[in-house]
Nanobody, 114 residues
């Protein structure tokens, strides 16, 4: 079974940066798509970015040019580099693995505020 643990969240000022990490356990990490999602209070969980097993990436329009998703298969770790953060980026950020049937991490809080 896959276990996912996020870290790196916290409080940051608008315009600042954070890097989130997702450490994964389980077999054949490199074979599966991974992604980051977020959920703000009162809103549905939404896609932030995905990365395929081959390294192809996709981003929500709201974060394009500011966020970068990456993965280090040797370390079983996925990252989300977040730059130029805005208050509207405030949410709980969740790591997701596409290994059947799909797995979620516990989430890490990101708060962007002056």
């Amino acid at each position: 079974q896959v276990q996912l643990v996020e870290s790196g969240g916290g409080l940051v000022q608008p315009g600042g940066s954070l890097r989130l990490s997702c450490a994964a356990s389980g077999s054949m990490f490199r074979a599966y798509a991974m992604g980051w999602y977020r959920q703000a209070p009162g809103k549905q969980r939404e896609l932030v970015a995905t990365i395929t097993s081959g390294g192809s990436t996709n981003y929500a329009d709201s974060v394009k040019g500011r966020f970068t998703i990456s993965r280090d298969n040797a370390r079983n770790t996925m990252y989300l580099q977040m730059n130029s953060l805005k208050p509207e980026d405030t949410a709980v950020y969740y790591c997701w693995s596409g290994r059947f049937p799909g797995y979620w991490g516990q989430g890490t809080q990101v708060t962007v505020s002056s």
